[in-house]
């Protein structure tokens, strides 16, 4: 006769009554089982998450990534302050990491509010003429007449 602890003694009732018999996954194997990366379980806990592997990256290049991005970034904003707004917030961040760097020390620059409202104004600019084209293009529905004169001149 062995020792057995509480847990196991637990683990053990809880089979013979048939616990673990409707669990899912059951027949499966388990997943990652092969994969010899350490962090499986981390990737696997972002994938599952819906958590952008890019937070995991170091400042400079989040802040790098977002200035590329910037661009599509800034495509929807309302209106020019917005546009503005944002890129003085991350430059203020870019501003932030350059008085204190962290992590690995790589080239950084600001970005440039008047060039990225040049492109946000252009963008704006090619969209409007194509929803001026294809309003262009539509036909304007027939205009019926108002109710009360509609049987006026069947009488």
């Known amino acids: 006769m062995r020792y057995e602890s509480a847990v196991e003694k637990a683990i053990r009732e809880a089979v013979e009554r048939g616990e673990f ?3 899912p996954g059951k027949g499966r194997p388990l997943p990652n089982l092969a994969d010899a990366d350490e962090n499986w379980w981390i990737k696997g806990y972002l994938r599952r998450e819906g958590v952008p592997s ?9 802040l790098r990534k977002e200035v590329e991005r910037l661009p599509e970034t800034v495509r929807d904003l309302p209106t020019e302050q917005a546009v503005r707004d944002l890129v003085a ?23 440039d509010p008047d060039a990225v409202v040049e492109a946000w104004r252009a963008h704006r600019e090619t969209r409007s003429d194509a929803l001026r084209r294809a309003r262009a ?3 304007p529905a027939p205009r019926r007449s108002p109710w009360w004169r509609r049987g006026a001149g069947a009488n």
């Open 137 to 139: 293009r539509e036909t």
């Open 54 to 62: 890019d937070v995991l990256l170091p400042t400079p290049v989040q």
């Open 89 to 111: 917030e991350l430059n203020a961040r870019i501003a932030g990491y350059l008085r204190a760097p962290d992590g690995p020390r790589l080239p950084l620059r600001r970005a």
């Open 21 to 23: 018999d409707d669990l």
